[in-house]
């Protein structure tokens, strides 16, 4: 990609912070078609936001959109016996 492209896009495309909550938000609502384009444009020029992305989409997939189970034991998981015994040997000896 040449370098005036580059500094163009850079110069008229949200900054990260604001790229990394239009992600967040589009979990939960569909974007606009503006906001879609610049995060789109924002891509084009930052890897970081886009792996960024990759992650929380995959996480959201993994949880089936539902963020509420995130907390829910899984099947086969650790007795609550099993669990008691790894809290006592985390917590700090005195």
Known sequence: MPQWLIN???RNTPSC???????SDS???PLSFRQRLAV???FLIC???T?????????HNILGGRPEKVGETA???LSP?????IKQALRPKK
């Open 75 to 77: 099947p086969g998981a």
């Open 27 to 29: 979990m939960e609502r």
């Open 40 to 42: 789109r444009f924002h």
């Open 47 to 49: 890897k970081w936001c």
């Open 81 to 85: 016996e099993a669990q008691e015994r």
């Open 17 to 23: 912070k604001e790229v990394i909550r239009l992600i």
């Open 51 to 59: 792996r960024y992305q990759k992650q929380i989409r995959f996480i």
């Open 8 to 10: 163009l896009l850079a």
